[in-house]
């Protein structure tokens, strides 16, 4: 499967705890984007990424949050002192911008849930 | 600031009915417009897109989208809906090379 990947699907923690996932974008895609889903809301977006330099970050994404892309492949997103409105759908994406439409492919998502 | 907006949350309807889902943005810059779905217990995927030329695009299973510049509108359609569509549905906006998404529609089809 050369799709998008996630890692874990699903994460369940305590309050207070920190927690890491991991996307493995489509090889040859050099953007990576990071976008956040809560029940009943569209994704939002967090921050993204070209090769390894993140070039924009959402104001939803507090000093709690981190991301990092250290090789230009696979990222992580890391949520230190979790929150229970931490918990939502982590949706990770990759795109190619040679391309004429730069089209975001989505992987499966990682759900958060913080007690 | 770019934004989205889709009505109607949640559309119920029978196998054979025509479906039509609203979509309006908000954005001061050139827009690109998709629709996505997402069928149950599967992640989000590109049905169609507009960047130019003819408003009326198509899509895969039979979707198509008309951008309507005047009515800030990107409305998606299927002339005839199959048990097969149950799914939800995100119209999206990328300006800043981010995706605005709306709420999306929920919806299901009954056999």
């Not at chain 1, 929150?83 to 759900?111: I, K, V």
Request: aromatic share 14%.
């Amino acid at each position: 499967d050369t799709g998008v990947s996630q890692d874990p699907r699903h994460k369940i923690t305590k309050r207070g705890q920190n927690v890491t996932f991991r996307c493995d974008p489509i090889s040859e895609h050099n953007r990576l984007y990071w976008y956040r889903q809560t029940l009943g809301q569209g994704p939002e977006f967090l921050t993204y990424f070209q090769n390894e330099a993140q070039l924009e970050k959402s104001r939803l994404l507090s000093d709690r949050f981190s991301a990092e892309r250290p090789k230009g492949s696979f990222s992580t997103l890391e949520i230190q002192r979790t929150e229970q409105g931490d918990s939502a759908m982590y949706l990770c994406a990759s795109s190619w911008d040679g391309s004429s439409y730069n089209e975001q492919f989505f992987g499966p998502g990682t759900r958060l849930t913080v007690l | 600031a770019q934004s989205v907006s889709q009505h109607n949350h949640h559309v119920i309807l029978s196998e054979a009915a025509s479906l039509e889902l609203g979509c309006n943005y908000s954005y001061g810059g050139t827009v690109n417009l998709f629709w996505y779905v997402q069928y149950p217990g599967q992640h989000l995927q590109l049905l169609l897109k507009y960047f130019s030329g003819d408003p009326l695009v198509k899509g895969i299973k039979g979707f198509e989208a008309e951008f309507i510049k005047s009515k800030f509108s990107f409305n998606l359609r299927k002339p005839s809906v199959q048990w097969s569509d149950t799914a939800e549905y995100f119209c999206a906006l990328r300006g800043n090379n981010r995706l605005a998404f709306g709420k999306g529609n929920q919806v299901v089809v009954i056999p």
